[in-house]
């Protein structure tokens, strides 16, 4: 899924499945490394949208 087409809860959500795959030590060292590599790419889209958003509501806060 594209990450323009993702909603912050949608990126929660896999991150929770990334999180719970990694606990499991079910997963090869690679593909711990692709998990880990696609949770920080997702982290860093929620860290900007809640920004976005704090933004948005001070902003209006201010009007």
């Known amino acids: 899924m594209d990450k323009k087409e993702l909603t912050y809860e949608q ?4 991150l929770e499945e990334i999180v719970s795959a990694l606990e499991d030590n079910s997963v090869s060292l690679d593909k711990a490394l692709e998990l880990f590599e696609e949770g920080t790419k ?3 889209f929620c860290t900007k949208l809640l920004n976005e958003a704090k933004q948005k509501i001070t902003e209006i806060e201010k009007d």
Request: proline share 0%; aromatic share 0%; charged share 15%.
């Open 11 to 14: 990126a929660v959500a896999r």
């Open 42 to 44: 997702l982290t860093a």
